[in-house]
Each structure stands twice: as structure tokens, then as C-alpha cells.
């Protein structure tokens, strides 16, 4: 189990999604990201039990088409950001992430790290986005 911050409280997550604020500023506008941010607001809101969802539907169908493109672009690039920063959150910190405990836990299980690295040589590894988790 990690001894690190609930991933709500990730510094790195705040500073990109500050970031992306500013290129969504930069390239579609303060319109765009006044509407996009009372989007995310409305949606905590809900989230949380504070507001009902008439005030986020109310937001979502004020979009024009093109801003409704951009609005999924901004979440789309937000998750995968909150991505790179989970990552480096949890592997690069968390004790016994790393190959070697990999390999001792597989030997312990019967399996020598001569079948491990043959098992890896026969493998695809392909790396992938994932949806972050709500």
C-alpha cells in the first residue's frame, strides 16, 4: 500500500491541469476556457452531492459544436496528463516497484528469472493510455 498523498492532492495534477488552462487561453480564447472551467466546476459540484446536474447540462448544451470538440480535446489531454503524473507519483516512490522485486516474487512462486526473461523475450510489450479512474 502507498504511503503517498490521495492522488486528488498531486501537485503535479494541479500544475498541469494550470497549464493546459493556459494553452486552452492561449489557443481557443477566454471565452472557451471560462465555459470549459464552469463545465469542471459544475461537474464537482455534482460530484459532490452540492449542485444538481440541470446547471452542468445547462453548460455542456451552451457549447457550439466546435467548442464541444474542443472540450473533449481538453479532457482527453487533462486524463492523460493526470496519467504521467499518477505514474510518477506511484512507481518512482512506492518501495519494491522495480524488476527485481518483480523477479524475486516470481522466483518465490517456482519461477527462476531464466523463464521470466524467456517469457519476456517471446512477449509484445506495447505501452497504452488508460482512462483515469474517477
Known sequence: MSANAPITQNADIRYLGRLLGDVIR???????????????????????????????DQNLTALSPDEQLDFVRGFMLF???????????GGATEPGIDMAAALQERAASGNDANTVCALLDASLVVPAHTAHPP
Do not use: C, K, P, Y
Open 26 to 56: 492561449a489557443h481557443g480564447g477566454q471565452q472557451l476556457f471560462e465555459r470549459i472551467e464552469a463545465i469542471r466546476a459544475s461537474a464537482v459540484q455534482v460530484h459532490r452531492g452540492l449542485a444538481n446536474e440541470s446547471t452542468l
Open 79 to 89: 486524463s492523460m496528463l493526470a496519467n504521467l503524473a499518477e505514474d510518477r507519483q
